[in-house]
Structures are given as C-alpha cells and as structure tokens.
C-alpha cells in the first residue's frame, strides 16, 4: 500500500487584528499543534486544509502526498506553489505521511489520537460495527477494536503505547477470558486504515506529543 497523507493538529480558526475600522483580513490563522499555537498565513491554511478534503477518497487510502499536490495546482484557484507548501508543513509536523501497511511505530509513538466527535455505538444490524458522528448523524464507522482506541487512546503518553497495552491480554486471560489474538502491530494497523477517514470527517485529530 502506498504511503497516505493526513493534517496533524487542530483548527482554531482566522485571527484578526485590534483596529478601527475593522480589518477584514485575518492576520493570521492559528493550528493548535501539541503545546503550541502556530500561525500560518491564508495561503497555508488552505493547503492545510485541503488536506481534509473528499472523505470518499480518504477512505479507500488514495489520498497522498503527488494526489494533493495535483489537487492544489488543479483547483479552481490553482497554487502553483503547492509542492513547496506541502513539504513545508510535512516539515513543520502540520502534515503527516505513513504507510498503512508499512512500520507504524515512528509515527504512532509520536503523536496522540484525540476524539472530536460524538460515540454513537452500534446498531441491532450491524453489532461490531461503531459509529462515529457529529450531531447524532453517524459519519464513520469502525470496529470495536478502534472504537476503543478512538475512545480511550488519548489516556496514554502516545498512540502507538496506547496500542500495546489494549493488546496486552494477559490480566484478560489471566482472568479466564479468551485470548485476544492482538499484537500492537495488527491493532496499529487497523487503526491507520481508518485514520484518515476519522481524520477527513472530523471525528478525530492526529496531535503531536508534547515532549517532557
């Protein structure tokens, strides 16, 4: 599988400035990234955004680094620019490559997934399937598995310890449960094919951990 794209961070959103009469053009608009507050100018804030774009496209992995960069010189206010833009906030940490398939661990150990949306759980029809949406409008769903992750997984230091111990079933087994036939790669994995789709439609965010 080829390698995915996705934004890091959260929207907080155009700043304006203190003057009379007012400004309609923002100074800047700020990403909550971590501990930090970064600016970015409008022309990086749309490429940020862009980033978001088609949840179709997220969900079935095709949305890239050479896919976005297509979609930026090709939209309707093309940004001849955007192969520059791109790798700048790569660079910066507001955007973020990984293969599904491939090691997950330098990227989940370094960032936290955050749940934006509402749990909306599953339905007599579809029982291992749980949803996730805003406003009581279902927009993803998953399994129970990231479902949990989804729920819980900001608790721990990072996504991929997060991971690890939701694998870890020896207190289960221990207790007389079944095994859970998890690993912390199997169970990263599921996660990361859903990532973007959570990530697209809002339901969650990719944060970067903030380093002790």
């Not at 520059?84 to 507001?94: E, F, H, P, S, T």
């Not at 491939?102 to 029982?127: C, E, I, M, N, Y």
């Not at 997984?153 to 449960?177: I, R």
Request: net charge negative.
């Amino acid at each position: 599988m080829s390698t995915v794209i996705v934004p890091a961070g959260l929207s907080m959103g155009p700043r304006y400035r203190y003057v009379r009469p007012p400004d309609p053009t923002p100074e800047c608009y700020e990403v909550h990234l971590g501990d930090d507050l970064v600016e970015l100018t409008e022309t990086e804030a749309a490429v940020w955004a862009a980033a978001f774009l088609y949840p179709d496209r997220h969900a079935k992995l095709s949305v890239n680094r050479e896919s976005l960069v297509r979609m930026l010189e090709t939209a309707p206010k093309p940004e001849p620019q955007a192969a520059r833009y791109v790798d700048d906030l790569i660079a910066r940490g507001l955007l973020v490559e990984f293969d599904p398939d491939g090691d997950l661990r330098p990227v989940f150990s370094r960032h936290k997934l955050l749940p934006l949306a509402q749990g909306l759980g599953s339905t007599p029809d579809a029982p291992h399937q749980h949803r996730i949406g805003i406003a009581a409008q279902p927009l993803v769903a998953v399994s129970s598995d990231v479902y949990a992750q989804w729920s819980f997984s900001f608790l721990h230091p990072d996504l991929w310890t997060a991971c690890a111990f939701y694998a870890d079933d020896s207190e289960h087994v221990a207790a007389g449960g079944e095994p859970l036939n998890l690993t912390a790669e199997s169970l990263a994995r599921e996660v990361a094919e859903v990532l973007p789709l959570m990530i697209s439609a809002a339901c969650a965010a990719l944060d970067p951990i903030v380093a002790s």
